[in-house]
């Protein structure tokens, strides 16, 4: 096996000097042996003998040679682990090392805490989550490069299988979110999970709960961002798995809607909105608001005798909706406001497809949306499902007009980045009013003239409405 990392054959003298037997196991060999790209060097590995006392000599030794300072060993004794942290300065590229000393695992039924005792490297690749993660390469001089695979976790590869080292049932017991890592790596790499391991994933999947919700939320978008993100959540609603994490995904299986542009299942056309954005965007929370953007149908749905179902106010709802499944899932408070805004919007666009609509009605909308004005743009497009070709290039032009309408309105108004032309400060010294309710009834005035066309977005015009109108509305304000 081809180890190219200079890093590793430092480890493996290391361990000569040691006089003890160390392997880099896990990802890092799959990947190597995939010939697979990797963005961040994670890097386990695995010596015969004490993790940390090890890792504690590496550290020493590359500090001596003025590749790491002492502070970047992180040590768990608690769990015989430690990290080595190497930034892009002194190697390659940011690495991060965790050392681990051989061992068996045994857990509590309730628990994901294990019970750790001394093991021999077979041992330690049995504990494994998966035989294509369950290989080991010796950096002991050697046998440098040298493969240990006793679950034949190379054919796997070679075969594109997923499936465990051990009984599945003894795998997931010992930790559930394996589960979700053998969809999410399903997902990722575009492996078949094996029959025997995709059942138990349906029998066990109840067992998740004992997982926090932070880790089943970081699995859950690893399968966002991988290349094909359907692939993984196809499998979550087979095994039944999106039921317990997600269930307001769930509730879209099986809900009908007209097929003119989108596919006639809310939950398949909605996987095919987010593979239609993986394939423009690696933004994970413009694919995640591509999932979320019919959340509300099966809430809102109703017949129509002259047009069939619908689901109006589904995107209103549905943006109502975020704050609640943030707090769930435990999702960044920080992005809330943007998948709100994208859902609260996504049908407006093609409103705007009309030539009788006013540019009034496109200005809004950049004022609305802002900045992300193009990412709600993809999403409008990857919303366009229908198996009819012919009808998807009609709506896919419809929609150059509309972005032709904006990039007129854009360039004169200039409302994609806005600013209040007269801002606050400058309305309490124009008027000789305090800051309070009166200011923001004013600049809302000011706002309204420049959405509606009647004056253009420059400072000078604003202040001279301004001054115009503030006698009649500090008057009015007092009367009250």
Not at 125 to 152: C, H, Q, V, W
Not at 280 to 307: C, Q, Y
Not at 404 to 422: C, F, G, S, Y
């Amino acid at each position: 096996m081809n180890l190219n990392l200079p890093i590793l054959q430092q480890i493996g003298k290391i361990a000569d000097d040691e006089n003890m037997q160390a392997f880099v196991v896990g990802g890092f060999v799959r990947d190597v042996l995939m010939e697979r790209k990797r963005e961040h060097f994670d890097i386990d590995i695995v010596v015969v003998g004490d993790g940390v006392a090890f890792a504690k000599k590496v550290a020493n030794n590359f500090h001596r040679g003025g590749q790491v300072g002492k502070t970047n060993v992180v040590t768990f004794e608690k769990f015989g682990t430690a990290q080595l942290l190497l930034d892009s300065a002194t190697a390659d590229k940011d690495i991060k090392i965790e050392f681990v000393g051989s061992r068996k695992e045994a857990y509590e039924k309730d628990s994901r805490k294990p019970f750790v005792e001394v093991g021999t490297i077979e041992d330690d690749l049995s504990r494994r989550d998966f035989t294509m993660n369950a290989i080991a390469s010796s950096l002991n001089k050697k046998t440098f490069g040298e493969i240990l695979d006793p679950f034949n976790g190379t054919e796997a590869i070679e075969k594109q299988i997923i499936k465990t080292p051990l009984a599945p049932e003894t795998t997931f017991s010992d930790d559930p979110l394996r589960m979700m890592r053998a969809i999410r790596f399903a997902s990722q790499l575009e492996f078949f999970i094996e029959e025997k391991t995709l059942n138990a994933i349906c029998e066990m999947r109840e067992r998740i709960s004992i997982v926090s919700q932070e880790r089943i939320t970081d699995e859950f978008f690893k399968i966002l961002s991988s290349p094909k993100p359907s692939v993984g959540l196809k499998l979550l609603h087979q095994t039944r798995f999106i039921e317990i994490i997600f269930p307001e995904v769930s509730q879209m299986v099986g809900q009908e809607q007209r097929k003119d542009f989108h596919h006639k299942d809310v939950f398949f056309h909605t996987l095919k909105v987010v593979d239609n954005i993986a394939k423009s965007s690696e933004n994970v929370w413009l694919r995640f608001t591509g999932l979320m953007h019919d959340i509300a149908k099966p809430r809102t749905k109703a017949f129509d005798e002259k047009v069939g179902w619908t689901f109006h106010g589904h995107e209103e709802i549905g943006a109502r909706m975020q704050r609640k499944i943030f707090k769930k899932l435990k999702l960044p408070l920080e992005q809330l406001s943007y998948v709100e805004k994208l859902v609260r919007n996504h049908l407006r666009p093609m409103v705007l497809v009309k030539e009788e609509v006013t540019e009034s009605a496109i200005r809004r909308l950049l004022f609305d949306c802002g900045e992300d004005i193009d990412d709600l743009m993809l999403l409008c497009r990857a919303d366009i499902t229908s198996q009819n070709p012919q009808r998807v290039a009609e709506y896919l032009k419809n929609y150059d007009v509309v972005v032709q309408k904006m990039r007129e309105v854009e360039e004169r108004d200039q409302l994609r980045a806005w600013r209040p032309p007269v801002m606050g400060e400058e309305i309490m010294r124009v008027c000789g009013i305090p800051e309070g309710k009166l200011v923001g009834t004013l600049k809302k005035l000011i706002e309204e003239e420049i959405l509606e066309g009647r004056i253009p977005n420059e400072h000078d015009a604003a202040l001279n409405f301004l001054l115009s109108i503030k006698g009649e509305v500090i008057s009015s304000e007092l009367k009250v």
